[in-house]
């Protein structure tokens, strides 16, 4: 079973997470400033995708303002630099779990609770490419979002 699936540590995951994100972004010279890191923690906190409003309303309650720029810059840059996905179907956003790393994951929904893995797409890319080739076409970029349920929605209905 898939970890994010799995009853794990979460604060563990997540700081390991916002840690390796840390380092990343000193690496790159880029700036992780104090709204930026605490919408990646927002989005560690729970394998989740959040809304950039729903991220706003924390960032507010927090006090660092209510205005959407503020959220939707700090995502952009998280996106942006490897730190987050923007899942389409959600209109939404999730940490990535494997930040640094180059990977072009599958995002496996729960429709019920919403939990969010990332899976990977190295053998349907490949046969995606395999099939655009026939047709004379190049791929350059796949994003694959598929919903269902996760082992404990499955097992609870």
């Known amino acids: 079973m898939h970890p994010t699936f799995q009853h794990h540590d979460h604060s563990h995951c997540a700081g390991d997470s916002l840690a390796r994100a840390e380092a990343l972004m000193a690496e790159r010279g880029a700036r992780l400033t104090p709204v ?7 989005l560690l906190e729970a394998h989740k995708a959040l809304g950039a409003y729903d991220v706003l309303q924390r960032l507010a309650a927090e006090g660092y303002g209510n205005q959407p720029p503020v959220a939707y810059r700090a995502l952009d840059f ?17 940490a ?11 995002f496996l929904i729960c429709d019920r609770c919403a939990t969010v893995a990332e899976a990977p797409v190295a053998p349907i890319r490949a ?3 395999a099939a655009a080739a026939e047709m004379g076409f190049a791929v350059e970029r796949v994003s694959l979002e598929a919903t269902g349920l996760c082992p404990a929605c499955r097992e609870a209905a």
């Open 36 to 42: 930026r890191k605490r919408v990646l923690e927002i």
């Open 96 to 106: 990535c779990m494997h930040a640094g790393e180059a990977h072009a994951p599958a």
């Open 78 to 94: 998280l996106v942006e630099q490897g730190l987050a996905h923007r899942i389409q179907r959600l209109n939404a956003f999730t």
């Open 127 to 129: 046969a995606l490419e």
